[in-house]
């Protein structure tokens, strides 16, 4: 089992950055690879980045491409998203996702086995 808890979102003014956090108990973290996915109000969960066991792999959507950075701190369990020139589009609930694989499917939500809670991200002026 793992639990994960996300940190780090607030508002912004658009054009700020934000650096979230996700931290995940158990010893077996470096297993994982993780994921990072957002929900905006009346919109389907969408994927943002993912990043392998030994963060020598990533992936991110077009959307955020050149301005999200996903990152990861196996000694410390912790997986970053690093957030720049952010866009009031950007505005959503971001959660963190462990997967016990990597390839082209950690785009697809329903792959992953833990999800954190959710934190939010409000992009305005």
């Known amino acids: 089992q793992v639990q994960l808890v996300e940190s780090g979102g607030g508002l912004v003014q658009p054009g700020g950055s934000l650096r979230l956090s996700c931290v995940a108990s158990g010893r077996t973290f470096s297993r994982y690879a993780m994921g990072w996915f957002r929900q905006a109000p009346g919109k389907e969960r969408e994927f943002v980045a993912a990043?392998?066991?030994?963060?020598?792999?990533?992936d991110s959507a077009g959307s955020v491409k050149g301005r999200f950075t996903i990152s990861r701190d196996n000694a410390k369990n912790t997986v970053y998203l690093q957030m720049n020139s952010l866009k009031p589009e950007d505005t959503a609930v971001y959660y963190c996702?462990?997967?016990?694989?990597?390839?082209?499917?950690?785009?697809?939500?329903?792959?992953?086995?833990?999800w954190g809670q959710g934190t939010q991200v409000t992009v305005s002026s």
């Open positions: 996702a462990a997967i016990t694989a990597w390839g082209p499917f950690v785009r697809g939500s329903n792959r992953y086995d833990y």
């Open positions: 990043i392998n066991y030994s963060g020598d792999n990533t």
